[in-house]
């Protein structure tokens, strides 16, 4: 079984820095991509950034150049720096895994439990 362990979340101000990781454990061969998602109240998650094996990412435009999205390969790890954060941030933010090989020679998709960043104006 492969989970997600995530850290970091909490309360700042407008115009503050956050930093959150992201931890994969558990059997398995490697992962394609790992990222971040966001959700508000009422609204549907959304991606924020995505890394994957090979270095390449992406970016939700509205985080570009105060998001940075980074991966250890090697310890399966993933962290978003979030810089100048702005009140529209504010939301419950989850790691994602897609593209597990497991084991077994499957293909998984997990998810974290969310951990919340609110940003004060």
């Known amino acids: 079984q492969v989970q997600l362990v995530e850290s970091g979340g909490g309360l700042v101000q407008a115009g503050e820095s956050l930093r959150l990781s992201c931890a994969a454990s558990?059997?398995?061969?490697?992962?394609?991509?790992m990222g971040w998602y966001r959700q508000t109240p009422g609204k549907q998650r959304e991606l924020v950034a995505v890394?994957?094996?090979?270095?390449?990412?992406n970016y939700a435009d509205s985080v570009k150049a105060r998001f940075t999205i980074a991966r250890d390969n090697a310890k399966n790890t993933v962290s978003l720096q979030m810089n100048n954060l702005k009140p529209e941030d504010t939301a419950v933010y989850y790691c994602?895994?897609?593209?597990?090989?497991?084991?077994?020679?499957?293909?998984?998709?997990?998810w974290g439990q969310g951990t919340l960043v609110t940003v004060s104006s």
């Open positions: 994602n895994a897609e593209g597990i090989v497991t084991m077994a020679r499957t293909y998984l998709e997990v």
């Open positions: 890394v994957r094996s090979g270095g390449s990412t």
């Open positions: 558990g059997m398995f061969f490697s992962i394609n991509g």
